[in-house]
């Protein structure tokens, strides 16, 4: 009898790639899906029902994998996996990187590749070719969430749109001196995303002639206590400062909004803050932000997995996720004279 080991042989390729290809998952080309479509025919191969048990769901878990677990986004997003998963009877495992990455062996080579999962959503960090490759060989399907990882889809707001809205916005108050505080890569997280915002504000500041300052340019790594520290910087020179700071998160914008307040600086008299993400503490500190629903995103992303498993069409371009600005009062019009 044909197994499925005697196609991969014959078309040259792993035994992942045979049975994505036959069950219509993203990861393999065209030519290979056909190519693998032909041999099997021709050498009568007939899935075992072990070989399509992803199909019919035959673990009723699916994985996440995220660099760390203590960031609002991730514990956000995995609230609205977990809520789509129970309601169809799916167990959610968690695998955490633990931040600093010395995890990474372990959770790639042993409990990703052995773990008996039927999908896996991975959240938008660095990976290397090594780990790109080790993900794209499961016999599972998957998607990223949050961002983007070079040769898979995802599900995620469009980063360059929300940025721009948010530049423009502060721009549209009368801002010319708006000073960026940026994430970082720290442990790898939303490799991406801070390079695509960053770029998004530069390119904005530009076309309305204003100058970036590289003084002015400043990493917040996402967390609060960081984005404290580098706003502090930003606002010790009093004669020097800027009339605005955009931050590429909310938690960052709250330590700015801490960094005023501790100088005396009136928000937003003085200087207006402004956030993307909308965290849940947002609209009772007043913050102006660029909203997004990582919950959403989330069982968006956790329905297209279902959906496949079910026997439905890969979805090779899910839907960009909405972003909408939200004004507070942490931003109005520059004071005259500053």
Partial sequence: MTSIDDVARSV????????????????????????????ASRLGYVPSSAASGLAS??????????PLVDRWYFSAMLDGVDRRLRAAGYDLIVFSLGGTGVNRERVFSRSILRKRIDALLVMCMALTPDERRALQDLDSPSVVVGGTVQGMRDVSIDDDAAMTDAAEYLIALGHTRIAHLRGGDSYGIEFEVPRIREEAFDR????????????????????????????????????DRPTAILCSSDEMAFGALMAAQERGIAVPGELSIMGID???????????????RPEEQGAYAAGLL???????????????QPHLLVARNSTGPPRPGL
């Fill in 12 to 39: 040259g390729v792993s035994t992942a790639t045979v049975s994505r290809a036959l069950r219509g998952l993203p990861g393999v080309s065209p030519g290979t899906r056909a190519r693998v479509e032909r041999t």
């Fill in 278 to 292: 909308d965290h849940e503490f947002a609209e009772p500190m007043g913050l102006t932000t660029i909203a997004q």
């Fill in 204 to 239: 904005t500041m530009h076309r309305h002639g204003l100058a970036v300052r590289p003084q002015w340019d400043a990493k917040g790594n996402f967390r609060f206590l960081d984005g404290k520290t580098a706003a502090g910087t930003l606002l010790d020179n009093a004669l």
């Fill in 306 to 320: 279902l959906d496949e498993l079910a026997g439905g069409p890969a979805v090779e371009n899910p839907l960009v």
């Fill in 57 to 66: 769901g035959r673990t009723m878990a699916m994985g996440v994998l995220l």
